[in-house]
């Protein structure tokens, strides 16, 4: 079993839609929480963190639940640029050591 | 853009070959990290090199190994290159301390035949 599991996708979605990714993890020593959004060959970009108590930036909306080791992103009002690749990612490491842990990504596809 | 630069972009290699990949971190990130991806998954830890130091390891062998010079360059090295390989190579750099974002750099795409 994977570390961080994802849902695959694609999801298909016309635009203007609302989408939700969910992700579960499976340490419970990981420390934080991300999402990042890689588009077709290129490299991963950081969308937002991820904390206990939500948060949202613009369209986006991320929610940890620790107790579930669930992690989602809601994404509201699609735009064809939303097409890409989302990453769920949990960061193992404490003080100045990062690891990384990535899922495998869930493929969002947005049309007109 | 991240400030994070890698060369070459592609290199095709053949079984057993060695290669080295190099990147240039964002300026005054003394801080490194070096990822695997593979077609259709995520990328996986590598390691990573702290004031030039491997300060941590993922589930590699050996044979892949890393330098982080003075100026905080580094690169990645695989000996012995295997088919399984082939993959898109990541580097990513943060300054240490200064929050945990790390910024990607535009990748090495390897081939080995």
């Known amino acids: 079993r994977k570390e961080v599991e994802q849902d695959p996708g694609p999801f298909n979605v016309p635009e203007g839609a609302t989408v939700a990714f969910n992700c579960t993890y499976s340490?419970?020593?990981?420390?934080?929480f991300f999402w990042y959004r890689q588009d077709c060959r290129k490299e991963p970009k950081l969308l937002m963190s991820v904390y206990s108590s939500g948060n949202e930036d613009g369209r986006f909306t991320a929610q940890l639940n620790r107790a579930s080791q669930y992690i989602s992103l809601l994404i509201r009002d699609s735009k064809l640029s939303d097409s890409a690749t989302y990453l769920c990612?949990?960061?193992?490491?404490?003080?100045?050591?990062?690891?990384?842990?990535f899922g495998a990504g869930t493929r969002l596809a947005v049309h007109p | 853009e991240t400030g994070v630069t890698q060369s070459p972009t592609h290199l095709i290699k053949t079984r057993g070959q060695q290669v080295t990949l190099r990147c240039s971190s964002q300026?005054?990130?003394?801080?490194v990290s070096w990822y695997q991806q593979a077609l259709g998954q995520g990328p996986q830890f590598i390691f990573q090199y702290y004031r030039e130091e491997e300060n941590g390891r993922g589930n590699f062998p050996p044979r892949f190994s890393g330098l982080q010079f003075p100026n905080y360059s580094s690169e990645l090295n695989v000996n012995a290159l295997e088919l399984d390989d082939s993959a898109l190579y990541l580097c990513?750099?943060?300054?240490?301390?200064?929050?945990?974002?790390?910024?990607f750099g535009p990748g090495t795409r390897l081939l080995v035949l």
């Open positions: 990513a750099s943060r300054l240490s301390g200064m929050g945990e974002t790390q910024y």
């Open positions: 990612v949990v960061n193992r490491g404490t003080g100045g050591y990062n690891k990384l842990i």
């Open positions: 300026s005054g990130h003394n801080t």
């Open positions: 340490n419970s020593a990981s420390q934080s």
